[in-house]
Nanobody
Framework: QVQLVESGGGLVQPGGSLRLSCAAS????????LGWYRQAPGKQRELVAT???????NYVDSVKGRFTISRDNGQKKVYLQMDTLKPEDTAVYYC?????????WGQGTQVTVSS
């Protein structure tokens, strides 16, 4: 079955960096578009970044220039490098893949940006 396992979250000061990882299994990784979403307390889950099988990247405006999504098809992992973090980036971050019209999610990893 499809499994997505996120890691790399934690507590970081404003201006700091974190690198999130998502290990995937149960599907043909190299053929799927992948994404990172986040959900802050009291808010809806929002799309942060996506990367296609060809490597085309898209970002929500609020993270452009600060976050970088990447993928390693051999390792079946997708990454989110987050730099110049802000308190408003605090959220649970989820890895996502859509297969045959169904969304799959990991368990999420908490990112807290605070001094």
């Amino acid at each position: 079955q499809v499994q997505l396992v996120e890691s790399g979250g934690g507590l970081v000061q404003p201006g700091g960096s974190l690198r999130l990882s998502c290990a995937a299994s149960g599907f043909i990784f190299g053929t799927k578009k992948l994404g990172w979403y986040r959900q802050a307390p009291g808010k809806q889950r929002e799309l942060v970044a996506t990367i296609t099988l060809g490597g085309t990247r898209n970002y929500v405006d609020s993270v452009k220039g600060r976050f970088t999504i990447s993928r390693d098809n051999g390792q079946k992992k997708v990454y989110l490098q987050m730099d110049t973090l802000k308190p408003e980036d605090t959220a649970v971050y989820y890895c996502n893949v859509a297969i045959s019209g169904e969304d799959y999610w990991g368990q999420g990893t908490q990112v807290t940006v605070s001094s």
